[in-house]
């Protein structure tokens, strides 16, 4: 077993993300994009009238850190929580590097935490959503560690209202990247929500922009499913190529596109 295996392989993320730890957590649009700036906003003491700097705070899906990063800043302690233990490898690597002396790991999934009832303040989630195995189980388990009046700030990419859209988006991602799960419409998410009693307090709509070259190298797609990837977007019809932002191809094979994101921040009721 190589460092980055998980034991018995893992799950699909853990086989995905585990080699490719490192990629991540060199990635510019991981780093720092639109969608982090999106969470910053959300989570500032005072975006809540009366907030202050929150005592207990949680990131899942963390990766390779840098949303807990981000709210080490505004929070007494933040638990950097990731399925994969090469990346919460990375992220104790770089939170050293930076100093941060009130970060702390631990390697769950998303839809078991270990927290007791009650006992957080805010649960910060980036780019990492559509991978959940179990969504709703990540909403019930954020509900329940969340004190009441407890905030969820999420950020993800979403799919567009339109089925067909939608679906495409979906076969796409699941073809550069066997561990997606499912890109949602924010109509559902916002029922997702509703049905669990927390409030959306706030939002902002975002987009990914993505070099199409780097996107699959992320994910080591090459060879012949890199190019059909790359016909399918540049053959799409102006629906797609409109929602998603498809750019003109480059004699290097690459191409800009973006998907929409969606930043909320939801309040426990
Ligand atoms: C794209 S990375 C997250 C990026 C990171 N949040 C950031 O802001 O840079 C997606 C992460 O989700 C994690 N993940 C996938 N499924 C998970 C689950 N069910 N529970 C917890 N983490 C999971 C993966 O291991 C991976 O580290």
Redesign the pocket.
């Known amino acids: 077993m190589t460092q980055n295996q998980e034991p018995g392989g893992g799950?699909l993320?853990?086989r995905m993300?585990g080699p490719q730890a490192g990629v991540?957590a060199e990635s510019k649009v991981?780093i720092r994009d639109d969608s982090?700036d999106s969470v910053q906003r959300l989570t500032a003491p005072g975006f809540l009238e009366g907030s202050t700097p929150y005592g207990w705070a949680v990131?899942?899906?963390?990766?390779?850190?840098?949303?807990a990063f981000a709210m080490a800043g505004v929070s007494e302690r933040v638990v950097a929580?990731?399925?994969?233990r090469p990346?919460l490898r990375e992220a104790g690597r770089i939170g050293g590097e930076r100093g941060l002396g009130n970060l702390s790991l631990s390697q769950?999934?998303?839809?078991s935490l270990p927290f007791a009832d009650g006992s957080l303040d805010l649960i910060t989630?980036?780019?990492?959503g559509h991978?959940?195995?179990d969504f709703g189980a990540?909403l019930d388990e954020a509900r329940r560690t969340l004190r009441a009046g407890g905030s969820l700030v999420m950020a993800d990419s979403v799919a567009p209202e339109d089925e067909a859209v939608a679906g495409w988006m979906n076969d796409i991602e699941l073809r550069r990247d066997f561990?997606h799960i499912q890109n949602r419409k924010i109509s559902v998410i916002r029922r997702m929500l509703a049905d669990r009693g927390f409030e959306v307090a706030g939002s902002e709509n975002e987009r990914v922009y993505l070099w199409f070259n780097d996107w699959v190298a992320r994910t080591k797609v090459a060879g012949e499913e890199a190019a059909a990837l790359r016909r399918d977007f540049q053959g799409a019809g102006p629906e797609v190529r409109d929602a998603f932002q498809v750019g003109e191809l480059e004699d290097d094979g690459d191409f800009l596109f973006s998907w929409p994101c969606w930043i909320f921040r939801a309040v426990k009721g």
């Open positions: 799950t993320a853990q993300f991540y991981h982090l990131d899942i899906g963390t990766g390779a850190g840098f949303t929580t990731d399925i994969t990346m769950n999934a998303a839809e989630c980036r780019v990492a991978h959940f195995r990540a561990s």
